[in-house]
């Protein structure tokens, strides 16, 4: 389905939201080709949120105030159906390579059968090359900030994988102020950032992570304008992503505005969602978790701190909404804007799981570096903080769907996603073909006029693209990405994924991937199940007996995807 929604979306957004408020790669590379024209090469902005829910954009169906964004989606082809690797550097790997990010790196939590395995390495491997080296060498500037998470030696940094200039944070879970006091659960009390590959010692006093993050980018295309060359940016916010931290005054802009609970906001949401078109109206919804206690069975105390703490949720939204309006009101100002091929992205679906449970972090000081939590209400989202707001809120923001990040169900997989540029064929469209992170490679390679080379440094071969261009969508005539009977897989922390065509085959596992026990346990888990994403992607109804032929259709299509792709299952037993 595709339609026209502007006058809808302009209407939608405006009444939710008042309603709601108040071995370097660019050494080892062959030789790519650069396109006969520079005119011909657009700019290309790549924005990545983190832990964003499918239903937290009011083009989604949200009542956050995202108006720079919905205005961008308005102006640009919306996807419904676009989806990640469940988790944050798997999909960095995936967007980077262009491939399986069993094929590239950027595994987390490994168990112990995975450790030291092929594609299972925690950082960015040899075998594939990182496209922004790509357009480096074909004659585009490369700029990062935000999140890395793919590695932290120095052979593993952005500027060794084709940056020309980058600052990024290296792990996840950190502060997003100055302090950059990170998750002692996760082995993390300081987070670590990088610039340019050099460690950065202190971050500045007024530190704010989607401030510094957007002030590096318009600063690096400052920068790079005198060179007249085209330029790539990657913005990797870590904004939505706990610890939940934001602004005073962003908090304070919801304040009340969840008082109802999670379960009213989740149904507002989908009501609206459903009417923009961006869920179907007949999918049925995936009941509350086992784990979500009915909001009316709360304590006024626990109703206080779980609406705070969707309020801070929301200011960060808010702050990193505000914050791309300023790259576009600069891009526009230096005349840039027109010229710029502009993808936004969620890395995974909504963070379900309480982090800051994993270990007890109100007022236990941390002797080795002297300082201590207060996650009382009144601080929480304060610097000193550290919550993260669990899964209720979670299903609400991922809509009708099951589960959450860390999954590979369409709550972990599916994600917000649109494209902007003046020239798009489909302007103002909703579009609901299957597309993914992998396709990120193929499809900005082509923009630049760049090929993907079969080797690397001395005759190396390299992994070639597995991802499709969405040039032929979004500037030409083509309504579909792939054929109608694709198939793509997914493996995260033991949890398997088969897609094809409308179909999903999908395995959720109990255990957890870990040691530390980072998950909650899974429900309705350790089978296989078979649903019709057409009309189901809220995993509901199982057809798997119903539908036997096609379950054998599907299984097999899953064990040639582990064979192209090594996968290794974990096994905790070991």
């Not at 496209?131 to 900030?145: E, I, K, R, S, V």
Request: proline content about 6%; overall charge negative; some cysteine.
């Amino acid at each position: 389905m595709r339609k026209n929604y502007i006058n809808w979306v302009l209407f939608c957004t405006s009444i939710a939201f008042l309603s709601a408020c108040g071995s370097e790669a660019p050494d080892e590379l062959a030789s790519t080709e650069a396109p006969a024209t520079e005119k011909s090469r657009p700019n290309i902005l790549l924005i990545v949120a983190d832990d964003l829910g499918y239903t937290d954009l009011g083009v989604y169906g949200g009542e956050i105030d995202t108006r720079n964004l919905d205005q961008l989606a308005i102006d640009g082809l919306l996807l419904t159906d676009f989806h990640n690797q469940a988790v944050c550097a798997p999909t960095r790997a995936a967007i980077l390579s262009g491939t399986d990010n069993h094929n590239a790196g950027g595994a987390m939590h490994q168990a112990p059968n995975q450790r030291d395995m092929p594609g299972y390495e925690s950082y960015l491997n040899e075998d594939i090359v990182a496209f922004p080296a790509l357009l480096q060498q074909g004659g585009y500037n490369t700029y990062w900030a935000g999140k890395w998470h793919l590695g932290r030696q120095p052979h593993q940094t952005p500027d060794a994988r084709g940056f020309t200039r980058s600052f990024g944070l290296m792990e996840g879970g950190a502060s997003h102020y100055a302090d950059a006091r990170g998750n002692r659960a996760l082995g993390r009390p300081l987070a670590h950032y990088v610039e340019n590959g050099v460690p950065v010692e202190r971050l500045p006093e007024d530190f704010y992570s989607s401030d510094f993050y957007t002030d590096y980018i318009i600063d690096s295309i400052d920068a790079g304008m005198k060179s007249g060359d085209p330029w790539f940016a990657f913005l990797a916010f870590t904004a939505p992503h706990w610890p939940l931290q934001a602004p005073d005054e962003y908090i304070a802009k919801y304040k009340g505005v969840y008082d109802d609970g999670y379960e009213v906001l989740r149904a507002n949401r989908i009501a609206r969602a459903r009417d923009l078109g961006v869920i179907p109206r007949e999918a049925e919804v995936y009941p509350r978790l086992e784990i979500v206690a009915p909001w009316n069975s709360l304590s006024d105390e626990e109703k206080a701190m779980s609406a705070k703490k969707m309020e801070i949720y929301a200011g960060m939204v808010d702050s990193l909404d505000k914050n791309v309006g300023r790259l576009i009101e600069h891009l526009k100002a230096i005349g840039e804007y027109d010229n710029t091929f502009i993808m936004f992205i969620a890395d995974n679906g909504a963070e379900g799981e309480d982090r800051e449970n994993f270990i007890d972090l109100t007022g236990v000081e941390d002797i080795e570096n002297h300082w201590t939590y207060d996650n009382s209400l009144e601080n929480i989202g304060r610097p000193g903080s550290y919550v993260s707001y669990g899964p209720a809120w979670a299903q609400a923001g991922v809509g009708v769907m099951r589960y959450f990040k860390s999954r590979s169900s369409e709550g972990g997989t599916r994600g917000p996603a649109f494209i902007h540029h003046p020239d798009l064929s489909k302007k103002g469209e909703i579009n609901n073909a299957f597309a993914s992170v992998v396709d990120l490679a193929p499809t900005f390679l082509e923009l630049a006029g760049v090929t993907h080379p079969e080797r690397g440094f001395n005759g190396r071969p390299l992994m070639p693209l597995q991802g499709e261009s969405l040039v032929p969508l979004v500037f030409g005539g083509a309504d579909t990405v792939r054929r109608e009977d694709f198939t793509f897989g997914w493996e995260v922390f033991g949890h398997r994924a088969l897609r094809k065509g409308d179909w999903k085959l999908l395995w959720l596992t109990s255990v957890s991937p870990d040691a530390n026990q980072l998950h909650h346990p899974t429900e309705r888990a350790d089978h296989w199940g078979l649903y019709n994403l057409a009309v189901d992607p809220g995993e509901t109804n199982d057809l798997s007996v119903e539908e036997p032929e096609k379950l054998v259709e599907l299984l097999v299509a899953w064990e040639e995807y582990v064979a192209t792709n090594g996968i290794i299952l974990p096994d905790m037993s070991l």
